[in-house]
């Protein structure tokens, strides 16, 4: 009797797994739910456990909303740097050389403001310096 065909199908439909380098609250809130479920019933759970375990849940979610607020900020503090940067003349950072344009526009670009410099759009961290004169002097 043959088992090659059936052990080669298992083993072809495990899925790999990866493991999460980071747990979130929905995560933290499985472990605390599966620890209260598997309890052991004659013993009961410790209550100061549980209440330093929600204590650590609300100051997990506090760091990230204040995370998040963080991020905001420094969207918009980039976004008021790129619109003071409109009209001036910008030396930029390139893959293989230095690109020199007036800045045209700005632009949010999934999360990331960015610079419109000769019809191109540029990272707002790849300006290298910035020159406030005419172009006539500039060049």
């Keep these: 009797m043959k088992v090659y065909g059936v ?8 899925v790999e ?13 499985q ?17 100061t456990q549980n209440i330093a375990q929600l204590a650590q849940l609300s100051a997990l979610e506090q760091m990230q909303n204040l995370n998040n607020t963080l991020l905001k900020l420094l969207l918009y503090q980039n976004v008021q740097y790129g619109s003071q940067l409109v009209g001036k003349h910008v030396v930029l950072r390139g893959p293989d050389r230095l690109i020199q344009g007036q800045v045209q526009k700005v632009n949010i670009q999934d999360g990331y403001v960015r610079i419109l ?8 961290e ?4 910035i020159v406030n004169t005419e172009v006539n002097d500039w060049l």
């Design 126 to 129: 790849q300006v290298a310096e």
């Design 17 to 29: 797994r990866t493991p999460k380098n980071q747990l979130g609250k929905n995560d933290f809130m």
């Design 117 to 124: 410099v000769n019809d191109v759009y540029y990272d707002l």
């Design 31 to 47: 472990i605390l739910a599966a620890q209260i479920k598997y309890q052991n019933p004659l013993s009961g759970s410790d209550q």
């Design 7 to 14: 052990q080669a199908a298992t083993i072809a439909d495990e």
